[in-house]
């Protein structure tokens, strides 16, 4: 991506004169694609927010797996805590901080579903290695020793052998569908720029306000 395009799409975004429209679906992967190419490690690494049945609020970083206008897209085994809380009260809070860029994104939303073809197609694209720990991890509930699971990877190794390796059931992909999200950068003496588009629903228009730091 051609930092120029970036930087004048971001003036842009923070000019209080400019009354054009801006669709934040285009800003963010603008912001993404110079993260790539500033961040050491996983540029597309995000906190993902969720809360359990008491409502005690729960937090994790996961990774990026897909964008588009339908949302922000990553995969999980179901019958962990993200997966087990998320599927009782579809709604997240995302977070990207790209330290490098001093920025960040926010974004709050209703999750759903991804279609069994996209994590079918996603699953397989996966590393044999990653396949295989998304059937031996019991993601989230006590692990006797290290010696255990490293056991039970190997005889999954074992069992499949060359033969494919399908997705379990348990594991999949939620989309969150944004009805919020905040650019921020940061600015001198802690006078950092924050923009918030926000919507009432996701067949809605944005609307664009500028926020206090």
């Known amino acids: 991506m051609d ?3 970036t930087a004048s799409i971001t003036d842009l975004l923070f000019d209080d004169a400019y009354d054009g429209a801006i669709d934040p679906f285009q800003v963010f992967p603008l912001w993404l694609e110079e993260a790539r190419g500033t961040e050491p490690n996983d540029p ?3 906190a993902v927010a969720s809360v359990d049945e008491n409502g005690m ?11 588009s206008d339908a949302g922000f897209v990553f995969f999980t085994n179901f019958e962990s805590a993200k997966g087990r809380e998320l599927l009782a009260q579809p709604k997240a809070a995302l977070l990207f901080h790209w330290k490098s860029l001093r920025r960040q994104v926010r974004v709050r939303g209703r999750v759903e579903q991804v279609s069994a073809s996209e994590a079918d197609a996603y699953f397989a694209s996966r590393p044999v290695q990653s396949r295989i720990g ?3 991890s019991d993601q989230s509930r006590p692990l006797e020793s290290r010696d255990f699971l490293a056991k039970r990877v190997e005889d999954l190794t074992d069992s499949f052998g060359e033969g494919d390796i399908e997705r379990p059931a348990h594991w999949s ?8 999200i905040e650019f921020w950068k940061d600015g001198a003496f802690r006078l950092h720029d924050r923009m918030l588009f926000s919507r009432p629903d996701t067949d809605a228009a944005w609307s664009r306000s500028r926020l206090f730091p």
């Open 134 to 136: 998304a059937h031996a």
């Open 173 to 180: 992909g939620f989309r969150v569908k944004p009805l919020a």
């Open 44 to 46: 597309n690494a995000m």
């Open 57 to 67: 609020p729960d937090l994790r970083m996961v990774l990026l797996n897909g964008f």
């Open 3 to 5: 930092f120029a395009v």
